[in-house]
């Protein structure tokens, strides 16, 4: 694939991170601007007055159980982020048009799963690990190569003389106790996935009357453990919206109704559960917040696979999995409009998280920065603020067109979102075009002044075969206002190296 072309010119012999130096060979597909992010931490999460730092400590408070355990070095062997996990040697997620690789054992870990069975293995039952990710895709403004996971495991002792799975034993106590919080909570949760569609119980839980019981005794305690972390995450804040949504439509019409609307506005907040599939996990699942209007994917989840706790040595274990996206959900509860965001050094941006930072017990209203208020009373009693992020001024976009021909129609591919429908890269295959090599290309040029890329057309030559297509990039800084001469230059070396490094014919 063109990747291997267009990097191997400047593909360093070794490279060293955190300490550590790795020989790279025809794998190695990672760019400058990647690499550069490895070295520096800490990440995200754990940068004080950081959103995502302000997540990942809402989230730990709420699952308190877990032991917290900070990010390892990105670079993993692609045995413990794929085959460990179960994830087949021809899964689409594991080419290089999805994957950085340093060489064909070494990989930038795709999800924080790649720990799993390390962290299983060096005896850790209940953790919450928080790292940065990273997956080569599309542009947009909910996109980033780089993101942020935290992945959640707990699991119990089906030995013989373990009373963890007992009648009234530890798992049974937890789960009636967060069933308890949830019972007078605002929330509805739908539920109606048939076990067939989530995976099924696994063979060895099915086949054994003690593991089967374990089994759905764990997935009991999942449900109550997320269910309530999505309440805790989103209940106040769902609340506070629909109040101050009723408040306002009452305020329009204040002389025809005034009596009782407050209480009639109150809606729960609803949480659904999808089927899923992991290799990872069975039964696997998806839970979804309902919104602002809309579903929101918070995570995945699901019973961990056998194979999981027997290559870590626990195999007389049961217990679940979670992973979910730190900043997708960051996004949604704090108001940040664009993923790149999370990168910004810029204070107007930061300083809005920084108050939170202090366990206040009574709110700050002032302030004409962050929107700081508060929702009253959640289930614990505590007192949360809101943080709403309020946006300064966006400077103007700038928009240009490429237009191209791809090298030979029969060995055009397009790239999907979905890397399930992609299919696997052979690499010494003839050049070919990949969207994500140029999503690649245009962010090592024009690093965070790509808002996003879009194809606007493609159509092919009636009498050539031939396939033509344009993508048009959207130009911006959320730092400043771009001068029309720099858009341009910037535009122009895109276009040369568009035409020197993807192996198509410019129009
Ligand atoms: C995984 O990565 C699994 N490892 C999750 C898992 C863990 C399942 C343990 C079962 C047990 P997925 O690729 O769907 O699954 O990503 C998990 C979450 O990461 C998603 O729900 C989403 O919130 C977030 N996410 C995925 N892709 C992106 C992206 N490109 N940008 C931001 N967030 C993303
Ligand atoms: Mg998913």
């Known amino acids: 694939a063109s990747y291997a072309s267009s990097s191997s010119s400047t593909a360093p012999k070794t490279i060293t991170v955190l300490g550590q130096t790795y020989e790279t060979d025809d794998f190695f597909n990672v760019p400058p601007s990647i690499l550069s992010r490895l070295g520096p931490r ?23 159980r877990c032991e917290s355990l900070a990010a390892p070095s990105p670079i993993v062997s692609a045995e413990s982020n794929f085959d460990d996990l179960g994830i087949a040697p021809d899964h689409p997620g594991r080419s290089p048009t999805d994957t950085y690789y340093i060489n064909r054992q070494t990989c930038l870990r795709t999800h924080t799963s790649a720990h799993e069975v390390e962290t299983f293995k060096a005896g850790k039952t209940r953790w919450l690990l928080t790292a940065d990710v990273y997956r080569r895709d599309e542009i947009d403004a909910s996109h980033y190569p780089i993101f942020h996971q935290m992945e959640g495991a707990s699991n119990w002792s089906t030995a013989p003389g373990s009373t963890d799975f007992d009648e009234g034993g530890v798992v049974q106590k937890e789960c009636e106790e967060m069933e308890a919080r949830l019972e007078g909570a605002q929330i509805e949760i739908e539920d109606n996935v048939s076990l067939e569609d989530a995976g099924g119980w696994q063979k060895g839980h099915e086949a054994d009357p003690v593991r089967r019981k374990a089994a759905e005794l764990a997935l ?6 997320l269910n309530g972390l999505a309440y805790d995450l989103f209940g106040d804040r769902h609340a506070a919206e629909v109040a101050a949504a009723a408040a306002a439509s009452q305020g329009s019409t204040a002389e025809s ?20 599939f992991f290799p990872f996990t ?6 979804e917040v309902w919104f602002r209007g809309q579903w929101l994917e918070i995570l995945g989840c699901g019973i961990s696979q056998q194979s999981i706790l027997d290559r870590a040595s626990v195999q007389d274990r049961v217990g679940w999995a979670f992973g979910l996206g730190l900043e997708r959900i960051a996004m949604v509860l704090y108001s940040i409009p664009d993923i790149r965001l999370f990168w910004s050094k810029d204070e107007r941006f930061l300083r809005q998280f920084q108050q939170a930072d202090q366990p206040t017990r009574m709110p700050k209203i002032d302030s004409s920065e962050a929107g700081v208020s508060d929702a009253g009373g959640n ?7 809101l943080v709403t992020f309020r946006p300064y001024s966006k400077f103007p976009s700038c928009h240009k067109d490429v237009s191209f021909w791809l090298p030979k129609p029969d060995l055009v591919k397009d790239a999907g979102s979905d890397s399930s429908t992609t299919e696997p ?9 990949h969207e994500n090599d140029l999503m690649e290309l245009i962010r090592e040029t024009a690093a965070d002044l790509a808002e996003d890329v879009k194809l606007i057309d493609s159509f092919s030559h009636p009498k050539t075969g031939r396939v033509s297509k344009c993508y048009r990039i959207n130009y911006r800084s959320m730092e400043r206002s771009l001068e029309n001469e720099e858009v341009n230059a910037l535009h122009d070396v895109v276009v040369q190296r568009v035409r020197d490094e993807l192996g198509v014919e410019i129009r």
């Open 257 to 276: 109704s005034n009596d009782g609307a407050a209480s009639e506005v109150s809606e729960p907040l609803r949480v659904r559960w999808i089927s899923a």
């Open 425 to 433: 890269v052979e690499v010494a295959s003839p050049p070919s075009f």
């Open 220 to 225: 009991r305690h999942l449900k109550a453990t």
């Open 42 to 64: 800490p990440v995200l999460p754990y940068q004080s007055s950081h959103p995502l730092e302000l997540l990942r400590t809402h989230i730990e408070s709420t699952l308190s």
């Open 282 to 287: 069975s039964p696997s699942f998806e839970v």
């Open 379 to 385: 289930m614990d009693q505590r007192r949360k603020k």
